[in-house]
């Protein structure tokens, strides 16, 4: 089955700065999904990549999907406290679908001021 | 509905108690997914609906659960005997179909606690 690992596990940046997770797959990605969580909320869909080199961007929130090296990157670009949250990566494992998606453990993110 | 609803949204239960679950999806979804997210576990899937069908279950973690949907709309997660391990956020999501091209959307989930 496929695994999707997240890095790092938490991150701690200062208001105004940029940071990047990382999301890794043991097989080939064929459609990744980021998504954002809040504490008591669900997960909120940010963006999904489908093509390898492609890249989207949502107000300061930037993504990629490198193919080759089965990685995804989420890069957040001078980071503010509303972009605190647990980002998680998910993928469909080939099947076609969204029916059937594989998250990795996700990234806790903190801004301080 | 505006978007997915579940209910309740928080639950505490004794060990050996059943318990269920609501999803309301948004209106016109097909498709509807469970999925569990206990701490250090990350998410899991449970099951998916295309209408009012199971297509896939492979990811139920027992014969305690089970989950129907009707009228391709509510669905229910029913945890029979519920254990402590059951101890988690059930997380219901829909699209309109189940392509790849279609994003979920979630609901905010059940916090169920089983003493």
């Known amino acids: 089955s496929q695994e999707l690992e997240q890095s790092p596990q938490s991150l701690i940046v200062q208001e105004g700065k940029n940071l990047t997770i990382n999301c890794t797959s043991s097989?080939?990605?064929?459609?990744l999904y980021w998504y954002k969580q809040k504490y008591g909320e669900g997960l909120i869909f940010l963006m999904m990549?489908?093509?390898?080199?492609e890249e989207k961007s949502h107000e300061k929130i930037t993504a990629k999907l490198d193919e080759k090296k089965q990685q995804s990157s989420l890069h957040i670009t001078a980071s503010q406290p509303s972009h605190a949250g647990i980002y998680l990566c998910?993928?469909?494992?080939?099947?076609?679908?969204?029916?059937?998606?594989?998250f990795g453990t996700g990234t806790r993110l903190q801004v301080t001021l | 509905g505006a978007g997915v609803s579940q209910s309740p949204s928080n639950k505490v239960t004794e060990k050996g108690k059943d318990v269920e679950l609501r999803c309301d999806p948004i209106?016109?979804?097909?498709?509807l997914y469970w999925y569990r997210q206990s701490l250090g576990q990350g998410l899991e899937f449970l099951i998916y609906?295309?209408?009012?069908?199971?297509?896939?279950k492979s990811g139920l973690p027992s014969d305690r659960f089970s989950a129907e949907r009707t009228g391709g709309s509510v669905s229910t997660l029913t945890i029979q005997r519920t254990q402590q391990e059951d101890s988690a956020v059930y997380l219901c999501?829909?699209?309109?179909?189940?392509?790849?091209?279609?994003?979920?959307?979630f609901g905010s989930g059940t916090q169920l606690s089983v003493l």
């Open positions: 999501a829909s699209s309109l179909a189940p392509s790849r091209h279609e994003k979920l959307f």
């Open positions: 097989k080939t990605l064929y459609g």
């Open positions: 990549l489908q093509k390898g080199g």
């Open positions: 998910g993928a469909d494992g080939g099947t076609g679908t969204a029916s059937k998606l594989t």
């Open positions: 209106s016109g979804h097909t498709a």
């Open positions: 609906f295309q209408g009012n069908s199971a297509p896939d």
